[in-house]
């Protein structure tokens, strides 16, 4: 498998711990944490579904509707604040 550097943040502890476990398991880093990202995916496959579910749903919305899910704001909010679509008053010619 190739690899690809993909700097990633997380706190110092976990940090350490990605550090120990590597060393305590004779891994890279690089391996725990991709052992780690395919034994969670495993684990909440029924999340994930339902976060996929949540995306099409949202995708198949209207622009207010994506924008409503978006900033987590009733779909009514983001209808008031943004009003009517402006027509242009510009000459085309």
Do not use: C, W
Request: proline fraction near 4%; charged fraction near 30%.
């Amino acid at each position: 498998m190739a690899t690809e550097q993909a700097p990633i943040k997380v706190s110092g502890a976990t940090k350490e711990r990605i550090r120990y476990l590597a060393t305590l398991t004779n891994a890279t880093q690089a391996e725990i944490v991709d052992r780690a990202v395919e034994e969670y995916s495993a684990r909440h496959v029924d999340d994930i579904k339902r976060g996929i579910e949540r995306a099409r749903f949202v995708l198949t919305g209207s622009d207010a509707e994506i924008a409503a899910y978006l900033l987590d704001v009733p779909v009514e909010d983001v209808k008031r604040v943004a009003g009517k679509p402006q027509t242009s008053n510009a000459d085309p010619s």
